[in-house]
């Protein structure tokens, strides 16, 4: 049955997606209720019209929201599946978060502190890992922090976000944007601000609102409220812990460069509490049953090495990434050959190892490697797989087996390609021998 909400639109979009019930709408677009026809999945679809954005001067902001959330893919971020468009609109295809709003919850009264903790954990977890990507939110607030059916919260609404790259010649960002309430005081102050501290200001707002059932900063003047956000002038209610006091105290601090930093905020004794670190995550659980994978593996395994992976590593670590689309910072493997026996390269994984202090699991042709402490999207994990394309010419292929990219990224350019580097065999056309 047709949705009197649905305006001009068809039920079958582009022929994959059946439009569903009418969810609700923001400024510049109506949501709806939609099933991917091939695989039967249900998403968010959120329908933005060109001719209202474009009137307002929004599609570079339109832009700027579909390049953002293709960029951080995060358990606790609202997932964009695609992006399609038509003459008259465009249309994203999101992950369907069913639990609502966090505002909703609050709007109820007080959270209980060890669930507000928890929801702040995943608010850092997230903020963090956009911050990694060179990515500020810059309008962060519950109305913007959704649920989903488990109650674990996800950011969304990347609409004012920005990029590292759009910071001035000062190293700083100056529009002036986000919810007035959550707003820090530099960017009030229209001097220019540091994105990241700013978001820090934002998530101190919002944990205070989680425990106190309230804003911290609230005048029904907006001028005296900002001169409140400006010095900083709210009062902790007395049932706040002293350790949360004093994590809101530093995470509401006026000046920016004082102001406690996620890095720090992690490290503190309240954000410690409770996280769930006796939860053991899939890629430990692979981990810990390398044996029982290899001693399945040994006969099965195949040598699928073609043509083009060998010639592409004539100098030495593998060429592919600059032939491909795939961005280089999602690059999840690199290969290399070696004339040396797979025992050293296995010896030589076991030193990178050792040094990081990673967990190890080995047999002749596999190496894995699981990092102890938490990263951005858990443990990092990295398994290491030997050919021998002749008995005395090997090509070794790592990869990404779990965590975040970007952590295992800069692991290999740091740590395993100069551990590996007077192992990797060379074209004699890269060295030729002097006459």
């Known amino acids: 049955m047709a949705d009197k909400n649905r305006g001009d639109q068809t039920s079958v979009l582009h022929g994959k997606y059946e439009l569903g019930r009418f969810l609700g709408h923001g400024t ?253 995550t899939k890629e430990e659980m692979e981990f810990e049953s390398f044996d029982r994978e290899e001693n399945g593996a040994k006969e099965k395994r195949t040598e699928t090495l073609n043509a083009f992976h060998i010639i592409s590593l004539s100098e030495g670590f593998d060429l592919s990434p600059l032939f491909e689309e795939k961005r280089r910072e999602e690059k999840e493997e690199l290969r290399f050959a070696t004339t040396k026996p797979a025992s050293s390269v296995i010896s030589r994984l076991e030193e990178v190892a050792k040094a990081k202090k990673f967990n190890v699991k080995k047999s002749e042709s596999r190496v894995k490697l699981q990092g102890q402490e938490m990263g951005r999207k858990g443990k990092l994990a990295i398994a290491a797989e030997i050919f021998a394309i002749t008995p005395s010419f090997l090509v070794v292929e790592v990869k990404k087996d779990g965590g975040d990219t970007l952590e295992y990224n800069q692991f290999c350019s740091k740590e395993l390609r100069p551990a590996l580097k007077d192992i990797v065999w060379t074209s004699p056309a890269e060295n030729p021998t002097p006459a």
């Open 28 to 280: 510049f677009a109506k949501v709806y209720h939609a099933r991917n026809l091939q695989t039967g999945k249900s998403v968010a679809m959120k329908v933005v019209g060109k001719e209202k954005v474009i009137k307002v001067g929004m599609m570079e902001q339109v832009k700027r929201e579909i390049a953002v959330m293709k960029m951080v893919k995060h358990p606790n971020i609202v997932e964009l599946h695609e992006v399609m468009a038509s003459k008259s609109k465009i249309y994203f295809a999101m992950e369907l978060v069913r639990g609502g709003e966090l505002f909703s919850k609050v709007a109820k009264g007080r959270l209980k502190e060890d669930v507000a903790r928890a929801y702040f954990q995943q608010l850092i977890s997230a903020v963090d890992f956009c911050h990694s990507r060179g990515v500020y939110h810059r309008d962060l607030k519950p109305e913007n922090l959704l649920l989903d059916d488990e109650g674990n919260l996800k950011v969304t609404d990347f609409g004012l976000s920005a990029f590292a790259e759009h910071l001035k010649q000062d190293g700083l960002l100056h529009t002036t944007c986000g919810t007035p309430a959550y707003v820090a005081p530099e960017v009030i102050g229209k001097k220019g601000y540091d994105g990241a501290k700013a978001d820090i200001w934002s998530c101190g707002v919002i944990l205070y609102v989680l425990l106190a059932g309230f804003l911290p900063f609230q005048d029904d003047n907006i001028i005296a409220m900002y001169k409140k956000i400006y010095r900083g002038d709210f009062k902790c209610p007395p049932w706040f812990s002293s350790e949360a006091r004093r994590l809101v105290t530093k995470l509401l601090d006026p000046n920016p460069n004082t102001r406690i930093t996620i890095a720090k905020i992690m490290e503190t004794s309240w954000f410690k509490k409770s996280l769930p670190t006796a939860i053991r």
